[in-house]
């Protein structure tokens, strides 16, 4: 965990750190047996292809929990996720290096608040997943 961020230092365009992951097709499985979501266009190539993919897809529900980690994992213990949205606009694959990233587009001194857009890049550098949060963060 990192140190705590302070609402006092932030800055519309400040850039959250970074958060790379690796997927593979048993993180998708693990997931699957987790989160209850079984539909075999997750795992099963075959039947991926039957239905007219190219091979099996991350779950979008992984993907969303993937850029609210970007967040969460900044925004230190008294940091508080107010609200979280995203929005699927393709598809990421297991084997790909996908890449969260998050800056601050605006800033709620009375409130204590900053709204952050945060993005899922692929490797080819296009962005699959968009999202937006809301943190509370202390004062100094």
């Not at 508080?80 to 290096?97: A, E, K």
């Amino acid at each position: 965990m990192s140190k705590q961020p302070f609402i006092n230092d932030m800055t519309v365009g400040f850039k959250l750190p970074v958060l790379v992951k690796h997927p593979t097709p048993r993180q998708l499985v693990q997931y699957a047996g987790a989160s209850g979501d079984f539909y075999e266009i997750h795992y099963d190539k075959d039947f991926a292809v039957a239905q007219g993919l190219q091979g099996v897809i991350i779950h979008g529900a992984l993907k969303s929990a993937w850029i609210a980690q970007v967040v969460t994992d900044w925004m230190g213990a008294a940091g508080l996720l107010r609200s979280f949205s995203v929005r699927y606009r393709d598809m990421d694959v297991p084997g790909d290096t996908l890449t969260c990233t998050a800056k601050v587009v605006e800033k709620d001194d009375a409130a204590g608040t900053i709204r952050c857009e945060i993005d899922l890049v692929n490797s080819e550098g296009k962005v699959t997943t968009t999202g937006e949060a809301l943190v509370e963060l202390p004062a100094r």
